[in-house]
Nanobody, 122 residues
Framework: QVQLVESGGGLVQAGGSLRLSCAASGRTFSSYTMGWFSQAPGKEREFVGAITWSGGTTSYADSVKGRFTISRDNAKNTVYLQMNSLKPEDTAVYYC???????????????WGQGTQVTVSS
């Protein structure tokens, strides 16, 4: 079992940056692919990006490519989402999730955090 806790959300102006963190409990963290998803009010939860257990492979949604970067530190049981050049349309609750493979589908992720709010003002 893995428990995930996100932090780092907040209010930022368009063009600004935020770094989200997701701290995991449990000794098996390093075996999981980790994903980030976002959910805006009234919308479905959407894939943002993911990183394999080794950190060797990442995948991103087209909407964030070149702006967001995922990294992980298995020694600290933490995965990060660096968000640059933020846009108002990035406003959402951001969730981290642990799964078994690199996937854009939320059904492939078994453990979820509670989410952290990111608000980008214009």
């Amino acid at each position: 079992q893995v428990q995930l806790v996100e932090s780092g959300g907040g209010l930022v102006q368009a063009g600004g940056s935020l770094r989200l963190s997701c701290a995991a409990s449990g000794r098996t963290f390093s075996s999981y692919t980790m994903g980030w998803f976002s959910q805006a009010p009234g919308k479905e939860r959407e894939f943002v990006g993911a990183i394999t257990w080794s950190g060797g492979t990442t995948s991103y949604a087209d909407s964030v490519k070149g702006r967001f970067t995922i990294s992980r530190d298995n020694a600290k049981n933490t995965v990060y989402l660096q968000m640059n050049s933020l846009k108002p349309e990035d406003t959402a609750v951001y969730y981290c999730a642990a799964g078994s493979r690199l996937s854009m589908w939320k059904g492939d992720y078994y453990h979820w955090g509670q989410g952290t709010q990111v608000t980008v003002s214009s």
